[in-house]
């Protein structure tokens, strides 16, 4: 039921319930849904993504993050065949802002630059850039481009971290 509710109502559902962090109850509900949504993304299957993205509408930019850290530390990006986790493709749907997809690949990304560098062998060269999966790198140059179009910000967001010189495969691909 709340998955299929218009995106405006379900905004005015979280900023009323979810999002007081003033109210102890509010702030009970935000860790339980934020609880949800790591144990549901934890076991989904890529089949089962469309009602937890329709409910993504609950949950403020924080939340998102804080879920997307959880998993990051648990499961993990990609699975024990190098297949991107389903939890990536929930973060990387085209139906957010730029500053939020940025937010999330920075998550994702992080976890990979931390894994190479304790990794088996002693770490990265100097200069070396931890790759994502390509399917999830993808994910993110798609979601990235869909931005343009949506987000009325995210050109000038966009062309910052493209004039500062930061580089990123996901970026490079939605050029």
């Known amino acids: 039921v709340l998955a299929s509710l218009p995106p405006s109502t379900a905004t005015r559902l979280s900023q009323r319930w979810l999002c007081d962090r003033e109210a102890e109850e509010s702030q009970a509900l935000a860790e339980s849904a934020e609880a949800f949504f790591v144990a549901a993304l934890g076991i989904a299957r890529h ?25 990051h530390a648990s499961p993990g990006v990609t699975d024990e065949v190098g297949q991107m986790r389903p939890w990536v493709t929930w973060a990387s749907d085209c139906g ?9 690949y920075s998550v994702v990304r992080s976890t990979i630059s931390e894994g190479v560098a304790v990794g088996a062998g002693g770490g990265a060269t100097a200069g070396e850039v ?8 993808h994910a993110f140059a798609v979601a990235f481009a869909e931005s343009l179009g949506k987000d009325p910000q995210a050109p000038a967001q966009w062309e910052s971290r493209h004039a500062s010189g930061l580089q990123s495969p996901a970026l490079g691909e939605a050029l």
């Open 96 to 104: 957010q802002h730029f500053a939020q997809l940025w937010a999330l």
């Open 47 to 71: 089949s089962d993504l469309r009602p937890l993205v329709a409910l993504r509408v609950l949950l403020t930019d924080e939340s998102m993050l804080r879920i997307a850290r959880k998993l």
């Open 130 to 137: 931890p790759e994502l999966p390509r399917a999830a790198e």
